[in-house]
C-alpha cells in the first residue's frame, strides 16, 4: 500500500524494536487522516522556525514532556540528515514576504560550553547551504567581543557585538535581513531587541521570560483533542495530564501545600487511566519549573509526601534555573515511563525530535546509563546517540512487521508535529492584534 504524504519524514532507526503496540499500530493504520488534518492546520497556524520536541514512549502511551524553541544539539543531528535540514530551512525563509539573504545569529551569552558551540557552527552551516550569509553576534555585556570560540571538532566560531541603528541591528557593516534567536532569554528581554524593523524569529514573547510550560501544555491538549477527535481515539494517549501552582518558594517552604494537593490530585487522575487501561505500573508526576530549559528545576514524585521530604539540598536545587532565575511556578505533568533502551548497557533512553518549520528534520536519543525508566534523563551524565538515517521514505510502513523502526519514529515525528503546532497556536495567541 502507498501512501501519499504532504510532509516527508525521514527514515530513522530507534533502539525499540519489535512490533508496533496498540496507540502506534492507530496512528499507523490513520496516517493518511493526519497528514491531511495537520495539513489544514499548518495552513490556518504557521510552523515556530525550529523546534526540538523531547518524546517518551511508554507503549501504552507517547507524549511529548517539552517543547523548545531555541534548540540546541544540531550538532547531534546525524549529518546524513543535512539536505533535509537545508531543504526545511529554504522552506521556512520562503514564508517571509521578503528574499531572506542575510541571517544574523544570536547565541546564548555563556561561552563555555564548548559543546554548544558545536550546535551554533552546525547551525551556521546550515543556514550558509540554504543560500544565506550569516554572522553570530551577542547582546551580553559580560564577554569581551569580538570573541573566537574554537568547539572539539576545530571549527571556529566567531561571535561579534551587536550594534543598534535606530531600529535595526548590525554587527559591523553586516545588515541582516532576519534576526535569528538561539537565546532563549530566559534572564529576560533584552531592550536591544525591541521594536526591529527587521524580522525577528523566534518571537521574543516566546522566550523564557514570559513564556510558561503550563501555557504551552494547554495549547498541547487542545492540538491532542482535536487529532483524537478526527482520528477515533482517547487523547490521553498522546497527551500528557499536567496541573501548574504558582507563587512556590522552596527555599522558604512557601506554597508547598498547594503544591502537594496538586501532586496527590494528578496521581490520583492518572491512577484512574491506568485502572481505565488495566496498566500495572505505579503514577508518578515530575515536578518542574514552569518558565526554563536544561533540565534544571525537576524532581519526580510519586507521593504528595515526596513534597513534604525534600532535604535542604533537594529545595536548593528546586529554587532556581538557568541563569539563577528563581522558580515561582511549577507545572505538574504526569510522568510518561520510557521504554526505550541503548546499548549493550541497555541504558534509559528517550527520543529528541528535531523540525525546522513544519518538516521532521532527524533528532537524536538522550541516554542516561543512571537514571531509571520513570526518571527525567536531561540531567548531568546523559549522552546523545545520534538516530540514524536508513532509505528515505515519504509514509510509514503498515506491512514492515519486525522493521518497525521505520513506523516508530515516523509516530515519533508525528508527536513531534503536534508538539510543534501547539507552539505555533501559543505564537499566535501571543501575536499583538494586526
Known sequence: MTLSIDSPVPSLCTAQVGPPHAVESH???????????????????????????DVRNANFKIAPVDTNLFPAGFNNLNP???????????????????????VLLV??????????????????????????????????????????????????VMIERIERHGDRLRAGTFEPC?????????GGRPPILEGLAQYLAPALDLGWSKRLKSTHFRHYLSVAQGLAAHIGMDPWLIDPLFRNCGEVDFLKSHGLDCLQTNVAGLINEIAA?????????????????????????????RSPDDVLELNRKQRTRMAATKEGQPIRNVIIQEGVYT???????????EPVVYLIDHHVVGGFYRVHTERSASENLNAPGMRFEPLAFADACNCPDPDAGAEARINRFYVYGVIGRLAALAAAREAAALAPAA
Open 27 to 53: 496512528l499507523l493504520e490513520q496516517a493518511p487522516a493526519i497528514e491531511a488534518w495537520l495539513r489544514d492546520q499548518w495552513r490556518s497556524t504557521p510552523a515556530p522556525f525550529y523546534s526540538s520536541v
Open 80 to 102: 546524513a540528515g543535512k539536505a533535509l535540514c537545508v531543504q526545511a530551512l529554504q522552506a521556512a525563509l520562503e514564508r517571509y514576504p521578503q528574499s531572506i539573504r542575510r
Open 107 to 156: 547565541p546564548e551569552n555563556h561561552s563555555r560550553n564548548l559543546l554548544y558551540f558545536e550546535s551554533v557552527a552546525t547551525l551556521v552551516e546550515l543556514l550558509e547551504a540554504s543560500g544565506c550569509e550569516v554572522r553570530v553576534a551577542s547582546f551580553s555585556t559580560e564577554l569581551e567581543l569580538p570573541l573566537t570560540v574554537e568547539p572539539p571538532s576545530g571549527r571556529r
Open 178 to 186: 532576519l534576526v535569528l534567536l538561539n537565546n532563549d532569554l530566559s
Open 273 to 301: 487511566k491506568y485502572r481505565e487501561y488495566g496498566i500495572e505500573r505505579e503514577p508518578f508526576v515530575f515536578i518542574k519549573a514552569d518558565a526554563g530549559t536544561y533540565g534544571m528545576g525537576v524532581m519526580t514524585a
Open 339 to 349: 521504554v526505550e533502551r541503548w546499548g549493550a548497557e541497555q541504558a534509559s533512553a
